[in-house]
């Protein structure tokens, strides 16, 4: 059809035709009754002044229809239903409201096709790499020389930030072969364990001060199961396989904010507590390291 039909006009018109069909059951219904004992002495009288009401109603009803009939565009060809046609032929009643639940089907696909073009569109002219070089060799041969750092290199670097706080202990350890696995104790407020690869973060832990720390447990702390799952989004955020001792050292910065957890208030509400959560402010902003709660952080 070159012209769709509005469901929201189709269904007023069936419901019109509904309303129609039941005043005129009323007219008939009626009339078969004839006169009844409520309508008193004048009985006549009130029976045909009952019987013009109906009539005007059933008048009323069929004007509506036709407005409602005459709003619809025309097909210009016939409809093309399909197996849909079988359905009328069903006098099952759980059955009888399939056509309605199969037009809405069809609109929400229509709507998934939709948008899935217009996503389409906005993602490819978004660059979703995390890596500034477009040649993929030389992505290729970067990445591994990141990785393949001397672990030597590693602890100067890693060391060289530790000695920059006086209240954040780093400790290396090499458990798996020869990539560094770093326990970072921050004052008496948590402890992190933050996994290397060569020069580029790949995993991290963070826990409480008074529980045992390792790579893969969380924490039985809801403030510091919420502390990690930030990590992990500044891990992602000071990515930089480019210039991974800037990212490296752009992290540790960041989670050294956290020395002040329990004690520095929200800068949106001002609240240490939120009255929703009833956590301290555990999400810190990647550039002013400012604390907010994570309802207060947009």
């Known amino acids: 059809m070159n012209q769709t039909i509005n469901v929201d006009q189709l269904n007023s018109a069936l419901t019109s035709l509904r309303t129609l069909r039941s005043s005129v059951s009323h007219v008939f219904e009626t009339l078969s009754n004839g006169l009844r004992a409520d309508h008193g002495e004048d009985g006549k009288d009130k029976f045909l002044s009952e019987l013009q009401e109906l009539l005007n109603n059933v008048n009323i009803n069929v004007r509506d ?7 619809l565009p025309i097909p210009t060809a016939p409809f093309n ?22 037009v809405n089907s069809y609109k929400w696909t229509d709507k998934i096709h939709e948008y899935s073009s217009f996503a389409y569109t906005l993602l490819n002219q978004n660059s979703l790499k995390r890596s500034n070089i477009n040649s993929a060799t030389k992505r290729r041969g970067k990445m591994q020389s990141n990785h393949n750092v001397a672990p030597l290199q590693v602890d100067n670097v890693i060391n060289n930030i530790g000695r920059s706080y ?9 458990p798996f072969a020869s990539n560094a696995v770093v326990q970072i104790n921050l004052s008496h407020v948590l402890k992190a364990v933050v996994a290397f690869k060569g020069l580029l973060m790949e995993w991290v832990m963070v826990k409480g001060y008074g529980e045992t720390l390792d790579l893969w447990t969380e924490s039985r702390h809801n403030v510091f199961r919420k502390v990690t799952e930030n990590a992990h989004a500044a891990m992602l955020h000071f990515y930089s396989p480019m210039i991974p001792e800037l990212a490296v050292r752009s992290f540790m910065t960041w989670l050294h904010s956290y020395v002040n957890l329990f004690s520095d208030p929200c800068k949106r509400c001002g609240c240490h507590l939120h009255h929703t959560s009833m956590l301290p402010p555990a999400w810190r902003d990647f550039r002013s390291l400012e604390p907010f709660h994570d309802e207060c952080k947009q």
């Open 81 to 102: 239903l399909g197996n849909t046609t079988f359905l009328s032929q069903d006098t099952t009643q759980d059955r009888q409201a399939l056509y309605t639940q199969l």
């Open 166 to 174: 006086n209240d954040m202990k780093i400790t290396i350890s090499r």
């Open 65 to 71: 229809l036709e407005q409602t009939v005459n709003s």
